[in-house]
């Protein structure tokens, strides 16, 4: 069946939903309004299309050149083929095709044994391991680290925590049970790194996007067809758990999906999810009660077309200028089209000015200190 792409039409900032075909779009599936009034925003640029036809593109990471911020890049997964990095301007500067990388995740500045590491995972489905990279700074490419052996039949979420205390552990999951595996890796001769699991908890049903707050030490687990739920992050708090949300009466429609936390600094910032059958995304506090803050949609633009269908997501709050001085926010579009005729295209990422996003929705002023302090190069 033949599916209709709803369209954006701002109404004095809010977003209505209308039934209007675009025929440019026609591979758009069914989709729902939005649970709730929606501000629109516009990607600034998109990444190249994927090698790969049909849903290949799915996660992002934000990965920041603190010397040099507009050498910053995207770090993306192709799950059928590998990772790639991208270029604040979208292109292409290297790839690995390591296996069918599902979801990758970024932590900068690691120390593991002797080392001082960006660190880059990813759930690579092709091996089921869990693969561990450094990020090279010249290169803007991925060294591979280690393997680690998922345990899973299909390893499918990843993220990382960077405790306070300055561990560094892998939350990863299965598709189909949805169990979470928690690892941390050290270095027992200062050079070799080694990986041990230290816990495992189940959401109850599949889950894949997750997203650490290392301040806090809270990890954010979406499950696809339930919710949102804030773990405890550290490998002793077990399963106990805190609803930040629901499909089932509250502001998300199944999928949730892809989650991330923007850190503005000084205990100020939000997590976003994607809302994936409202084809929009919800904004809630970092901390307790995890209020809502709103939702926003990325609309087509003059030359970028909109984003629907989001699977994974990313957002960073650091100064990426010249492009993204107030930040970046990364969403994969599962319905790309290229070009003036707007031809159906491969998948890509689209990236959206975090500054807009942050206006439209009239979040307030993160802290003084805070905006100076930017320079939390969390992914
Ligand atoms: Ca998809
Ligand atoms: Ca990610
Ligand atoms: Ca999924
Ligand atoms: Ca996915
Ligand atoms: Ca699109
Ligand atoms: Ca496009």
């Known amino acids: 069946m033949k599916s209709m792409l709803k369209d954006h039409v701002a109404v004095g900032g809010v977003v209505m939903m209308l039934g209007f075909a675009l025929a440019s779009c026609d591979k758009a599936p069914p989709s729902s309004p939005p649970k709730d009034p929606t501000v629109s925003v516009t990607a600034t640029v998109e990444t190249v299309a994927m090698q790969d036809a049909d ?15 507009s050498r910053s890049v995207i770090i993306g997964t192709n799950k059928k083929r590998g990772l790639g990095v991208y270029g604040l301007d979208g292109q292409e500067l290297s790839f690995r095709a390591d296996g069918r990388m599902n979801n990758v995740d970024v932590r900068q500045n690691v120390t593991i044994g002797a080392m001082m590491l960006d660190v880059v995972v990813a759930t690579n489905r092709t091996d089921q391991t869990l693969a561990v990279y450094a990020f090279e700074r010249a290169a803007r490419a991925l060294r591979p680290l280690l393997s680690i052996p998922s345990t899973f039949g299909d390893p499918y979420g990843i993220c990382l925590y960077h405790s306070k205390t300055g561990e560094l552990y892998v939350f990863a999951n299965d598709s189909d049970s949805g169990t979470y595996g928690q690892w941390r890796l050290f270095s027992p001769d200062g050079t070799a790194i080694q990986a041990e699991k230290l816990r495992t908890f189940s959401p109850g049903s599949q889950a894949e996007g997750c997203s650490a707050d290392d301040q806090n030490g809270t990890l954010f687990v979406s499950e696809e067809d339930v919710g949102i739920w804030a773990y405890g992050a550290e490998p002793k708090d077990g399963d106990t758990r805190v609803g930040v949300d629901t499909v089932a009466g509250g502001h998300l429609t199944a999928d949730s999906e892809g989650i991330s936390l923007v850190d503005e600094g000084n205990g100020a910032g939000y997590v976003i999810a994607s809302s994936q059958g409202s084809n929009s995304y919800n904004v809630y506090d970092r901390a307790p009660p995890y209020a809502f ?15 629907a269908e989001t699977d994974g997501l990313d957002v960073s709050a650091a100064n990426l200028s010249p492009a993204f001085p107030g930040g970046v926010f990364v969403a994969q579009d599962g319905f790309n089209v290229d070009g003036p005729g707007h031809k159906t295209a491969h998948q890509n990422f689209k990236l959206v000015p975090w500054e807009a996003i942050r206006a439209a929705l009239k979040l307030p002023r993160p802290p003084a200190t805070a905006a100076e302090n930017k320079a939390d190069f969390k992914g």
């Open 293 to 307: 803050r709103g939702a926003f949609v990325i609309g087509d633009g003059a030359t970028i077309d909109g984003v």
């Open 55 to 69: 849903d290949a593109a799915d996660d992002p990471a934000i990965w920041i050149d603190a010397e040099d911020p």
